[in-house]
């Protein structure tokens, strides 16, 4: 029986906010796994490397040249019986790798009974019927617009923001604040409601705007920004600087003249991220990433719904009625990462600081252990796993090994490694040597201890 570790040919997609040329992260990964390919080209955009058997963009056995998905459906054990029966024998998860020049769409993905609904009804724009959480980790320094502020902090700048104010309406503007106004911290299930509610009615609003109406405030808002620097927005607000903002404003509007976004971004938090730290983003929350590379994992779908920073197909009715209004603080967008506690770290790892970190949210499809090995000869030998992992490295370069088989491990080379394999990786260089590890296993004891706060 063939040992299940299989090193992968995985593809890049070229859309116009990816990174250009060798500064995209998902292009050199692409590059060191598909000799094949001409070399990157200098002035073209790489945004996302993906991974898995999704069939926009199938991986294949770099030998043999067979999809994954094949290779998977010929034989069920590669993902174990309980993950092929309840997953249609393809991989739950789709791993990516983004590269992010400017600003993806606002954007927020179905859940699984309206992934159905737009698929029946539309099957252009929404390609399959199954729903999309999905987990980001920065792998360089990322910024992005995430989930609904604290409602007290979108009533500050309604009350700041001049050019904000005029678009959405004094009236409309005055009902929300009043419907708030001493209970938005409240926890109170009716109070709750109550705030989702408003929360709706003005946001509904602004999506709804007159194009010219957005132009014309958008003038009058970069204007705004350019000229009051740190008092713009009222200092900003709670989370963030006025220079901060004024910054973003400008930033955005290069990208997108004129664009609803710019408003958008008063609603949502602005979150930075540094190498390691992550985020989840359930069915049907609000974002837009803005700059960065990031390793992403999510379930396998490639549904968006899209209204703003983008030319692509906008649905904006749909945006609206999907959202669950649900707002928090930047600090609860974040994940907690834990030590992963189903590995073996040899002495040499134990010494040089080596580590694997879970990242587990709270889903069944998918976790991700990040390795680092922080010296030659550190080993990270990982207990088998009763479901499928991809492996990807980052960085550094190394072996990864199941059974009898060792293959050479360099910055971009993936993996497959199939259900109930022993793995191993080892260091052979004294530069960190990182990968990344996507896997589902159902009913797994390391899912009893999410990742999110």
Known sequence: ???????????????????????????????????????????????????????????????????????????????????????????????????????????????????????????????????????????????????FRPLSEISHFLSSVPALRKLIGDSIASQFQ?????????????????????????????????????????????????????????????????????????????????????????????????????????????????SGDIIECMAASDNVVRAGFTPKFKDVSTLVSMLTYSYAPISEQKMSPVDYPFVTLSAAAYSSGSSATLYDPPIEEFSVVKTDLNKTGAKATFDAISGPSIVICTSGSGKISVGPKVEEVKAGYIFFVGATAQLILESDDNERFVTFKAYCELNNTADSNSGTV
């Open 1 to 147: 029986m063939q040992v299940p570790l299989i090193r992968l040919q995985c593809g890049v997609n070229s859309y116009d906010w990816g990174k250009i040329g060798n500064d995209s992260a998902a292009a050199k990964f692409a590059s060191a796994t598909n000799s094949q390919e001409p070399s990157i080209e200098a002035d073209k955009p790489y945004a996302e490397l993906w991974m898995g058997t999704h069939p926009s963009l199938p991986s294949r056995d770099v030998l043999t040249q067979r999809s994954l998905l094949d290779l998977v459906q010929d034989n069920q054990s590669l993902l174990s019986e309980e993950v092929a029966k309840r997953y249609g024998n393809k991989l739950p998860f789709l791993f990516k790798v983004l590269s992010i020049n400017k600003a993806l769409s606002i954007q927020a993905h179905p859940d699984k009974k309206l992934a159905e609904q737009l698929h029946a009804n539309d099957s252009k724009n929404y390609p399959d019927d199954n729903h999309k959480p999905e987990m980001t980790i920065a792998i360089t320094p990322f910024d992005g617009l995430c989930g």
């Open 178 to 290: 009043s419907a708030i106004r001493g209970k938005e911290d409240s926890t109170e299930a009716e109070n709750v409601e109550s705030n989702k509610k408003a929360l709706q009615t003005l946001f509904a609003t602004l999506m709804n705007s007159k194009n010219d109406a957005v132009v014309t405030a958008a003038s009058e808002l970069v204007e705004s920004a350019k000229k009051d620097g740190e008092s713009f927005a009222g200092n900003g607000g709670t989370s963030n600087e006025g220079t901060e903002l004024a910054d973003l404003v400008i930033r955005l509007n290069g990208q997108f003249p004129g664009d609803i976004g710019l408003f958008v971004l008063f609603f949502l938090n602005y979150i930075k991220m540094e190498p390691g730290e992550a985020m989840f983003l359930k069915a049907d929350d609000i974002h837009a990433y803005l």
